[in-house]
């Protein structure tokens, strides 16, 4: 059986810098709207991780070199980081921070579903009843926090939504790909084979259909907001991530992520005058209760 291990300074140190990597890059996202389209966008902050994690590639290449595989094995997880990214930047076209985090919880669902799906193993989970517990309240709060929203009728919340909705499920198939694909490799080399993968693809998406000339119209303000997304969201967020894991196995990390959709507005109604209704809130702790009781379905499974 796995036990939680005590939450070491170091530990809680990493729980407390995701937390706040992905709390501010959603701000920076929305922040660019005026100034970037999501394609440019997008190709500009991969494009600063990319240069992030290149020269820890070369390194490694250089050190212990690397097997071609890894390359094939890559393109799967990355075709579908490409398309949930794609639709997680152009939420923010449309909604708000806080309303798109609160509908991106339900990553935790199709994790967790499509996991069943492809690891014999956690179809133990279908016996679970904090399992239906978890699909029914996630199901009621997601509802409800875009129903009861005031613009709910309005076309640009509805497409905020529904992008949302597709990054989530975009990012259920990407964990489930990168474990099953790449699931025997060091984090850091695939997350940096993926970056460069993805880099690539959201520059031939940009050039096809964004303006990247845009982004020599930034002046330094908007430049930073570039570059600390990228090193926020993606460059920093995932390492501390997996590495808070690694010290402390999955439950307290996870469980910090359900802080975020709160931690998001509280920023996001300063920022941007961002307002839930009441029935938003109520709804929204729904959606969140629900992911809690995935993550305690999974516990159980991997303590049995």
């Known amino acids: 059986m796995k036990t939680a291990r005590p939450l070491q300074p170091s530990a809680a140190l990493s729980c407390l810098g995701f937390m706040i990597c992905w709390t501010i890059a959603p701000l920076y996202i929305k922040a660019l709207t005026g100034y970037l389209d999501s394609w440019t966008q997008n190709f500009l902050r991969y494009g600063v991780s990319f240069v992030f994690w290149m020269p820890f590639l070369i390194a490694y290449a250089l050190r212990n070199g690397i097997d071609r595989r890894l390359f094939a094995q890559a393109l799967l997880p990355t075709a579908f980081n490409l398309a949930a990214q794609s639709f997680y930047a152009a939420a923010f076209y449309?909604?708000?921070?806080?309303?798109?985090?609160?509908?991106?919880?339900?990553?935790?669902?199709?994790?967790?579903?499509?996991?069943?799906?492809?690891?014999?193993?956690?179809?133990r989970l279908l016996s679970s009843g904090s399992f239906w517990t978890g699909i029914v309240l996630s199901v009621a709060g997601v509802f409800g926090v875009v129903v009861f929203h005031p613009e709910f009728s309005a076309r640009a919340t509805l497409a905020g939504a529904l992008l949302a909705a597709a990054m989530a499920f975009g990012w259920g198939c990407y964990t489930v790909s990168v474990k099953r694909c790449l699931g025997h490799v060091d984090a850091r080399l695939s997350f940096s084979v993926i970056t460069v993968y993805t880099v690539i693809g959201h520059g031939i998406l940009a050039f096809l259909f964004g303006r990247p000339a845009d982004g020599l119209n930034l002046d330094a303000a908007r430049w930073s907001y570039v570059i600390l997304s990228a090193l926020s969201g993606i460059a920093l967020g995932h390492v501390l991530y997996y590495s808070a894991i690694r010290r402390i196995w999955a439950s307290i990390p996870t469980m910090f992520l359900l802080l975020r959709p709160f931690t998001v507005l509280l920023f996001s109604s300063v920022l941007f005058h961002e307002r839930l209704t009441t029935l938003q809130w109520l709804f929204g702790l729904l959606l969140v209760t629900g992911s809690g009781f995935f993550i305690r379905a999974q516990q159980k499974r991997n303590a049995a």
């Not at 921070?97 to 956690?122: A, R």
């Open 94 to 123: 449309f909604a708000d921070p806080g309303f798109i985090t609160l509908v991106t919880m339900t990553l935790v669902f199709w994790v967790t579903l499509f996991s069943m799906m492809f690891f014999h193993e956690e179809r």
